[in-house]
């Protein structure tokens, strides 16, 4: 199959795309024997990631059987009540316990009775959820990070020796799969310029 058809086909419908999904980023490859695919770019969270691996089975121990320790632990991850969380990490006045450079300038603010008193909430949650992923990423075979990658492999059809109703199914897949991503406020990075047909210009 020629790139020529893929790009052919969004020159025929890229006004309709827009319209019908203006906030999914489509792009568009046609490189010289490059694998012919359509590709988008969906803004995954660990919340999609941890659905998905319960949801197709991915926990599994080295026999096959699905992992319920790691299971539990992804239920709860996803219970985190993360607003209470991003609170509470300002409870001590003129210290964040997240800052970027914490153990180099105060490795020992863990054992400030004052500190431990005023972030004792914040500090019951965090350890709750660094316990819980750990338990999460503990599978055998980089499991967490296949599952990742599996995820990643929705963005992407390949289009190999299809034609122009190939692409047509391809891009409405992905379009109804980014329907729950359209309140996303994507931004394009500078070096991706917006196409459109017959602009001689760009």
């Given amino acids: 199959m020629r790139s020529s058809i893929i790009s052919g086909w969004y020159k025929s419908n890229y006004e309709e795309l827009k319209l019908l999904n203006p906030n ?3 792009l568009l490859r046609t490189t010289d024997n490059a694998m012919p695919a359509v590709t988008t770019e969906l803004d995954f969270t660990t919340d999609d990631l941890l659905k998905y691996m319960i949801q197709t089975c991915k926990f599994k121990d080295g026999n096959g059987n699905v992992a319920h320790d790691r299971v ?3 239920e709860a991850y996803l219970k985190t009540d993360w607003a209470t969380l991003r609170r ?3 409870s001590s006045p003129s210290f964040d316990p997240e800052h970027p450079l914490i153990t180099d300038q105060n490795p020992d603010w863990r054992s400030d009775p004052k500190i431990a008193s005023d972030l004792g909430i914040y500090l ?3 350890d709750a959820v660094d316990e819980q992923m750990e338990s999460i990423k503990s ?5 967490y990070t296949r599952a990742e990658n599996s995820l990643l492999m929705c963005q992407r059809v390949d289009l190999w020796c299809a034609g122009e109703k190939e692409v047509d199914y391809a891009v409405k897949h ?3 799969l980014g329907k729950r991503f359209n309140y ?3 931004e394009t990075p500078e070096y991706i310029s917006e196409f459109y047909p017959g602009a001689s210009d760009i």
Wanted: zero cysteines.
């Fill in 24 to 26: 999914l980023s489509l």
């Fill in 72 to 74: 539990e632990a992804a």
């Fill in 88 to 90: 509470e990490r300002w």
């Fill in 124 to 126: 019951e949650l965090k």
């Fill in 139 to 143: 599978g055998p075979d980089d499991e």
């Fill in 174 to 176: 992905l379009f109804m």
């Fill in 184 to 186: 996303v406020e994507h």
